[in-house]
């Protein structure tokens, strides 16, 4: 354990010294970060956000450009809720979460050691987990200022969603015969 918590320290050490040369370079801020910050959101900075861009044109240009078998799609980041109760989404795509009273990480239960869990300790500091939730990893939301159960929408949870439902719209209108392949570039949350 000792040797585990070592390690983590260390990646931690690695990663804040990472993160800060980004930021003093101009690449990424810590979202919100005048008002305390949101943890694991994070804004692109000038140079931050040429970089993106160049990787986005590149990867376009290599799948769609390049290539004759692929078209390209951008779907909305909104889903109707359908969408994803046919898919299982809505139902299934939760994790059960404890989270330290102390240090106040969040963490999959399913992850943690069995031991942990039924003494309900940290496995970072030590501290008192709370019992397990099951947290909706999708983001829900409303569509317009009315906020009720007609209005629901998810923000979708992965870029393939998108394709899935348009398929037979590019077929369609692209006349094309299968096999080919469709391309999207993921709307970031910038959460990771």
Aim: net charge neutral; proline share 5%; charged share 30%.
């Amino acid at each position: 354990m000792a040797k585990k918590n070592a390690e983590t320290s260390q990646q931690t050490q690695i990663m804040d010294k990472l993160v800060s040369l980004c930021k003093r370079r101009g690449f990424i801020f810590q979202s919100s970060e005048i008002y305390g910050g949101i943890n694991a959101c994070w804004d692109y900075g000038p140079l931050g956000v040429e970089l993106k861009n160049n990787i986005k044109q590149a990867w376009w240009q290599a799948m769609v450009y390049e290539r004759d078998d692929i078209e390209g799609l951008d779907a909305s980041i909104l889903m109707h809720p359908k969408v994803w109760e046919a898919s299982g989404h809505v139902e299934n795509f939760t994790d059960p979460l404890v989270d330290c009273k102390s240090c106040k990480l969040r963490f999959r239960a399913d992850q943690i050691p069995e031991e942990n869990l039924k003494l309900k300790k940290c496995p970072e500091c030590g501290g008192e987990l709370t019992e397990p939730r099951k947290f909706n990893l999708m983001f829900k939301t409303f569509m317009g200022p009315v906020e009720d159960e007609a209005h629901i929408v998810y923000l979708r949870p992965e870029t393939a969603q998108g394709i899935y439902v348009n398929f037979e719209n590019v077929y369609v209108s692209m006349r094309r015969k299968i096999p080919f392949g469709i391309a999207q570039l993921e709307k970031l949350s910038e959460t990771r």
